[in-house]
Every structure is written in C-alpha cells, then in structure tokens.
C-alpha cells in the first residue's frame, strides 16, 4: 500500500519561508515524476511544482516560479517543496502527488497523480 506523508506545514508572516517534506512508502518513485499541488478553500487543486527522475528536471507554475524550489531525495523516498517570499495568496493546503511519468513534461495535471498525501496546511498571514 502506498502512503504519502506530507509535513512541515504552518503559520507564518507575508514574505517567510517554509519548507515541506513528503516521504514516501509502499512504491519505488526513483524513475517517476513527482509533484506538488495545492488547494485553496472554493478553490480547485491547482499543479504547483515537479520533478523528473533523480531531480533530472524541474518545473513550476508561473505563480510560484522564482520563489518555491522543489528537490527529491531518492535514497529517503522524500520529495521537499522549499517556499520562499511567502504571499497571502499561497494560503492552501498543500499536498504530494506521485505519478507513473517518465521522460520530458513541463507540468502534471491532476489526472496523471496515481497517489495523494493527505495533505499539510499552509497559511501566509498579511
């Protein structure tokens, strides 16, 4: 059975930084896309950042580009989301997603997650 973990997840200020972890068991993800998405409340969940195999490749939304850094350790099955310069509108929670993606894409859409983590709540107060 595979179970994603997600953590690091709080409260902070317009302008912090956090820094996610999603360490994943039960699925070997070495060769496979992972990703992070987000869901605001009345919001859908939105696609925020991947990763190719052995960090081969990473891609973001343009809201977040420039400011989140994505990275996996393979040996620890664990995907990190690094959020900097923190906006009220990144306000969400946030969760891992993995996927059966090989090769080059540019972005993941919800239907390509084959497994959600439960997800860690994120809030950036003004």
């Known amino acids: 059975q595979v179970q994603l973990v997600e953590s690091g997840g709080g409260l902070v200020q317009s302008g912090g930084s956090l820094r996610l972890s999603c360490a994943v068991s039960?699925?070997?993800?070495?060769?496979?896309?992972m990703g992070w998405f987000r869901q605001a409340p009345g919001k859908e969940r939105e696609f925020v950042a991947g990763i190719g195999a052995s960090g081969g490749s990473t891609y973001y939304a343009s809201s977040v580009k420039g400011r989140f850094t994505i990275s996996r350790d393979d040996a620890k099955n664990t995907v990190f989301l690094v959020m900097n310069s923190l906006k009220p509108e990144d306000t969400a929670v946030y969760y891992c997603a993995t996927t059966s993606i090989v090769g080059w894409v540019t972005s993941i859409s919800a239907r390509e997650v084959n497994d959600w983590g439960q997800g860690t709540q994120v809030t950036v107060s003004s």
């Open positions: 039960g699925r070997t993800f070495s060769p496979y896309h």
